[in-house]
């Protein structure tokens, strides 16, 4: 049974920087895709960042440029690298990871694996960024 564990959250000005770590254990994916997710309170779950067993990558757009998706494979270690964080960014953010990739050939078109889509979570870690 895979799991994941998130580290590095806490709380930081406006402007500053945090990493965000995620082991994983007790996988055995050829292919597999890891991400980030986070929700505020009163809001839906959003993927932030996603990154495959190739290293093809995904961001949500108010975070293109700030943050960095990464992994180190002879850890089982995700990061993610957060800079010029803003107060928007405030949320608990969850690591996931499930085998496959992360998107989805439907016919002709591709989309993203949604949240739904992966089976296995970590418990969170809070980030707040505060004025």
């Known amino acids: 049974q895979p799991q994941v564990a998130e580290s590095g959250g806490g709380s930081v000005q406006s402007g500053g920087s945090l990493k965000l770590s995620c082991a994983a254990s007790g996988f055995r994916y050829i292919g597999y895709c890891m991400g980030w997710f986070r929700q505020s309170p009163g809001k839906e779950r959003e993927g932030v960042a996603v990154i495959s067993s190739t290293n093809g990558t995904w961001y949500l757009d108010s975070v293109k440029g700030r943050f960095t998706i990464s992994q180190d494979n002879t850890k089982n270690t995700l990061y993610l690298q957060m800079n010029s964080l803003k107060p928007e960014d405030t949320a608990m953010y969850f690591c996931?990871?499930?085998?496959?990739?992360?998107?989805?050939?439907?016919?002709?078109?591709?989309?993203?694996?949604?949240?739904?889509?992966?089976?296995?979570w970590g418990q969170g870690t809070q980030v707040t960024v505060s004025n």
């Open positions: 996931a990871l499930d085998g496959g990739g992360c998107w989805i050939q439907v016919g002709r078109d591709r989309r993203r694996r949604g949240s739904h889509e992966y089976n296995y």
